[in-house]
């Protein structure tokens, strides 16, 4: 059996490739918009192991596109495309966490650099794994 740790440098890329066809399938679009990805664990999906764990159900993603900007929420990718100005990057401030596989020299290790509220916000939403 596969656990997610295994899966989540996969799981990321795939996150990409797919705001990537959605970005190109908008590209007549002449004005800036956003795409939003956010999963869910979803019950009805199996087998699913975390930190070791067996888990009761898997992950369900959500993508929507959105001329909006949305809100800080917990558990969302959000890119900001204009086709007009030939850019398409991730929105850092509204993606909590960035879930991403990144360049580790693009990560700090400096406690400055750390943003605390996060966990707080996922305690008090009752969304992390422990």
């Known amino acids: 059996m596969t656990t997610l740790g295994e899966l989540r440098e996969e799981y990321g890329w795939g ?7 959605i970005a190109y399938a908008n590209r007549h679009l ?3 918009f956003y795409i939003i990805m956010g999963a869910k664990a979803d019950p009805h999906l199996k087998g699913s192991i975390v930190n ?4 009761s159900g898997g992950l369900q993603e959500h993508w929507v596109v959105s001329n ?16 007009k100005l030939g850019k398409c990057e991730l929105v850092e401030e509204l993606s909590l966490p960035p879930d ?23 305690k008090n939403n009752n969304v992390l794994v422990s």
């Open 68 to 83: 909006l900007r949305p809100p800080k929420v917990l558990g969302l990718l959000v890119w900001y495309v204009d086709n």
């Open 15 to 21: 996150a990409i490739r797919k705001m990537e066809q």
């Open 100 to 122: 991403i596989p990144l360049d580790p020299s693009l990560l700090s290790d400096r406690s400055e650099d750390q943003f605390h509220g996060v966990m707080q916000q996922g």
């Open 52 to 55: 070791g764990q067996y888990c």
């Open 30 to 32: 002449d004005f800036p």
